[in-house]
């Protein structure tokens, strides 16, 4: 396994403090478990202090992407109980041992890790991005497993149609051939920072100097922490290939969809196409923001979602 060496470093530590409150450490515990045979790690961020409004929510963070990335929507919801892992083959967790990194099989990990856990069918499910496309196919496919299910910035249409259908195919023969090269030019190209740092440019849309500079940051720390370029290129070919979509018309609980008006990756016509696919779902649409709605707007995007615990109580 080519695994690259990222030292993991306290939460917030790499940050300005201004973009996390005080009370974050003291919500931190950092913990391992075992799922299928790989080494996970989680983060839980236990409640402030517990009300009739608290509520487990599982997180299941994007592409490239870990933990970290979710932070300050979990810094703007004191009163809930969060958990929330890097997925195998991201972060500090482990790839799966043999099987192919599909959505599907990401599916199969969030029934393994809710039952290495505990965790019951009142926990609330959030996928992001790429973790909306998981998030979604698993409730589907597991009927009451959790309750309810909210997607930020939820991947609506297929990454290769479209007028962004040229880009993707491009992104596609960039990892495909970085995973021919030779090891060390491969990742040295994958883990390129101009190329990171274009991705990071393209993705936020805030004018505050100080926070594209934090958003740069997070995405030069933690956006190469992938596991090799076998699994980097599977679940790449995964996030682009399905959809929320696909399984709209599974999705039987409620579904709150957190959009960014100015998302080109999940643009919001798309948006609006999915809510009237789903059985019962609540479109919020944040002004300003495109794809990077949990680093830019983290305090709207909370509000939205304990809006919506609080009309689908447990």
Do not use: C
């Not at 983060?43 to 990335?69: C, K, Q």
């Amino acid at each position: 396994m080519e695994k690259v060496d990222t030292a993991h470093t306290p939460d917030g530590a790499q940050a300005p403090n201004q973009f996390f409150s005080k009370s974050l450490p003291g919500r931190t515990v950092a913990s391992d478990v075992e799922v299928d045979g790989s080494s996970v790690a989680y983060w839980t961020y236990e409640p402030v202090s517990t009300t009739r409004a608290t509520r487990t929510i599982l997180v299941i963070h994007g592409f490239r992407g870990d933990h970290h990335g979710l932070l300050r929507v979990a810094d703007q919801l004191p009163e809930m109980r969060i958990i929330m892992p890097d997925l195998p083959a991201f972060g500090s967790s482990e790839p799966f041992l043999e099987d192919e990194h599909t959505v599907e099989r990401y599916g199969q990990f969030i029934a393994g890790f809710m039952d290495a856990l505990g965790l019951g069918p009142k926990t609330v499910l959030l996928g992001h991005s790429f973790g909306s496309i998981v998030a979604s196919h698993f409730a589907a496919s597991h009927p009451g497993a959790v309750y309810p299910l909210i997607l930020v910035n939820p991947i609506a249409a297929p990454a290769l149609e479209g007028p962004k259908g040229i880009m993707t195919k491009l992104a596609v023969l960039y990892y495909q051939a970085s995973a021919k090269l030779p090891r060390r030019i491969g990742l040295a190209v994958l883990r390129n920072r101009a190329i990171v740092r274009v991705m990071s440019i393209t993705m936020a849309k805030t004018k505050d100097k100080s926070l594209r500079r934090f958003i740069h940051g997070q995405h030069d720390a933690y956006f190469s922490a992938f596991a090799d370029r076998k699994s980097l290129l599977e679940s790449f070919k995964a996030s682009v290939s399905g959809t929320v979509a696909d399984v709209a018309e599974q999705l039987s609980l409620p579904v709150l969809l957190v959009a960014g008006e100015k998302d080109e990756i999940a643009t919001l016509p798309n948006q609006h196409k999915l809510m009237e696919r789903l059985p019962d779902a609540r479109l919020e649409v944040i002004p300003g923001v495109g794809h990077l709605i949990h680093y830019e707007t983290p305090v709207p995007a909370a509000a939205a979602i304990r809006s919506f615990l609080e009309e689908h109580s447990a």
